[in-house]
């Protein structure tokens, strides 16, 4: 697989910035190219996942997600979520 763009999590008191701790990974793929998005993981873990997946853009293509370990339960949301606006 061809990663187009990687999501981050967002930083929670700021949500239009990458959490601090993969700042600097989503700056490397930024500079290499990649999309970047962020994904509003307290909404997911609260079971919103539109709000979650709210800023990833739709027709992001295939993505790699870079962020906190989710359950499995919290994977198949994002999944899910991501699959109806054409993110593999």
């Known amino acids: 697989m061809i990663v187009d763009t990687f999501i981050f999590p967002a930083d929670m008191l700021n949500p239009s910035k990458v959490d601090e701790h993969f700042a600097p990974e989503a700056e490397a793929a930024a500079a290499l190219g ?3 998005a962020l994904l509003d993981d307290e909404s997911l873990r609260q079971g919103d996942v ?4 709210a800023k990833i853009p739709a027709g992001a293509g295939d993505a790699f997600y870079r962020g906190w370990m989710l359950s499995s339960a919290e994977y198949a949301s994002l999944v899910g979520a ?7």
Do not use: N, Y
């Not at 539109?50 to 997946?53: C, L, M, S, T």
């Open 50 to 53: 539109e709000k979650a997946v």
């Open 34 to 36: 990649f999309g970047v």
């Open 82 to 88: 991501l699959s109806s606006r054409d993110v593999s």
